[in-house]
């Protein structure tokens, strides 16, 4: 079954003058999800994070959170949502512990414990050092080690891991892992495709301020790819339970999807006349170069001739 839908946009859109930075945007995260935001700079990554915080006022349509509307309720919203933002700024004078303290305390200290035991024992972070003296990497890591300490039912991270090094990316993973067996909502952007693909339950694609996909990763997970030549040129009927289909022509072989179980396919390669076969998987990539790769198009945007 299904689970409930937490955060709710309907044609959500935001425009400065004729430039729309984000145009019709309706999409839900379900409870206890982890929902990735896929796209390059300038894609509205960002522009649905704020509208979804209340930080910023929408042109039309509307968002909410819990039920409760992100810009009429934005204090609500912001009380339910631990958020970390792409860009962040701390105050240099105060050591590490000095800002979890001052963060923690605009819940009243709840999850300081936690979030100075990420900052040590997960980030390595010296909690006694000035921030001035941390580098950006630094100041990401205690930031995230907040985030994740926050007792929140939702984390929004804006490019969680952009200024990390890999071995703490992969710990970053493993916290995003942490949140969702915990029951907590994860939304997060980013341009590390294998990261998103590691951890992520479903996947939006944004191109220009518009979403132009949604992926259910657990079944891309499970999509398979044939390249199968068939003795002749000519492929058999496909039977309609195998759930194959034609992707694309390569010369005399044939590219093909299967997303149905592997022993009813194994069972009809075994009898359909193959030349020669390879089977594989599909990484995400593959799937986001359809919408920014080099021949995709917008649908407002006439293809080129």
């Known amino acids: 079954m299904d689970r409930p839908p937490l955060i709710v946009s309907d044609g959500l859109t935001k425009a400065y003058g004729p430039t729309f930075a984000l145009r019709d945007l309706s999409m839900d995260v379900r409870q206890g999800e982890v929902y990735g935001l896929l796209g390059p700079n300038g894609s509205g990554k960002t522009t649905t994070i704020r509208l979804w915080l ?3 006022r929408p ?4 968002a909410t959170i819990f039920g409760h509307d992100c810009w009429r309720g934005g204090l609500q919203v912001r009380r339910l949502v631990s958020y970390l933002p792409g860009e962040l700024r701390m105050p240099g004078s105060l050591s590490g512990l000095g800002v979890l303290k001052f963060l923690s305390g605009l819940r009243d200290g709840e999850g ?8 040590e024992r997960v980030m390595k972070l010296d909690l006694r050092r000035k921030v001035r003296k941390y580098s950006t990497g630094m100041k990401q890591k205690l930031a995230l080690a907040q985030a994740f300490a926050d007792p929140v039912d939702v ?3 804006d490019e969680p891991t952009s200024a990390l090094d890999p071995s703490a990316r992969l710990d970053v993973m493993n916290l995003i892992r942490e949140a969702k067996a915990q029951g907590q909502t994860v939304v997060f952007s980013g341009h590390v495709l294998s990261e998103i693909e590691a951890v992520c339950d479903r996947v939006a694609i944004l191109r220009r ?3 132009v996909h949604v992926e259910d990763m657990h079944a891309r997970r499970r999509l398979r790819m044939l390249l199968v030549r068939f003795a002749g ?8 339970e195998l759930g194959l289909s034609v992707r694309k022509t390569e010369g005399p072989a044939l ?3 299967h997303r149905g179980e592997l022993a009813p396919l194994l069972r009809w390669l075994a009898t359909a006349p193959v030349e020669d076969l390879a089977i594989g998987t599909e990484d995400l990539h593959s799937l986001y170069n359809q919408f920014h790769g080099a021949e995709a198009v917008d649908e407002d945007e006439e293809p080129a001739r």
């Open 54 to 56: 209340g930080l910023m």
């Open 233 to 240: 040129g000519a492929a058999p009927p496909f039977p309609e």
């Open 59 to 62: 042109t039309r349509g509307r």
């Open 255 to 257: 590219l093909l999807e």
């Open 112 to 119: 300081l414990d936690r979030a100075a035991a990420i900052a």
């Open 155 to 157: 984390l929004i991270l």
């Open 209 to 211: 301020g518009r979403l």
